[in-house]
């Protein structure tokens, strides 16, 4: 579910999101990444896809603020609609979800969970789970993926 997001950020040059994501909360909860390629690529000699495009990347926790990033970031005749939330939604699942926001999964469910993806490794981390210790103890770094 998550394969075309790892292509398209490495793209732009974004090789963790756990590096992405103090820019974002630095910056009212989003990153606007200029494309690193924008000349025709003499090495493999083709014009690269997002050529002159900036990608807007949004924390889904400040998704009250969408509207006024993509606006101020596009323009002013974008108009974003927020969803309802899963509660919402489903009010049947309020306290199960709670529940799950909640958990602390052990080394063993995030491993499990997982299932040695970097990418999904790294959604982990930016939620504080643990997902491998280094030698002295402390949480493993972030994932440095290569570039394409």
């Avoid at 075309?4 to 992405?20: C, M, Q, T, W, Y």
């Avoid at 997002?50 to 990608?55: E, M, N, P, V």
């Avoid at 606006?71 to 899963?86: C, P």
Wanted: with cysteine; charged share 25%; glycine share 6%.
């Amino acid at each position: 579910p998550f394969r075309p997001l790892p292509k398209l950020l490495r793209e732009f040059g974004i090789l963790s999101l756990v590096d992405a994501f103090p820019k974002m909360n630095s910056n009212g909860g989003y990153v606007k990444e200029p494309y690193p390629y924008n000349e025709y690529d003499q090495d493999t000699q083709r014009t690269r896809p997002f050529r002159y495009c900036d990608l807007i990347f949004l924390k889904l926790e400040d998704a009250t603020n969408w509207n006024a990033i993509l606006q101020k970031e596009i323009g002013q005749d974008v108009v974003y609609f927020s969803n309802l939330s899963r509660e919402d939604r489903c009010p049947v699942i309020t306290e199960h979800y709670k529940l799950l926001k909640e958990h602390t999964f052990t080394l063993e469910e995030t491993k499990a969970l997982t299932m040695g993806n970097p990418w999904m490794e790294d959604y982990f981390r930016l939620y504080g789970h643990n997902v491998g210790d280094t030698s002295n103890g402390e949480l493993s770094p972030p994932t440095q993926l290569k570039k394409d």
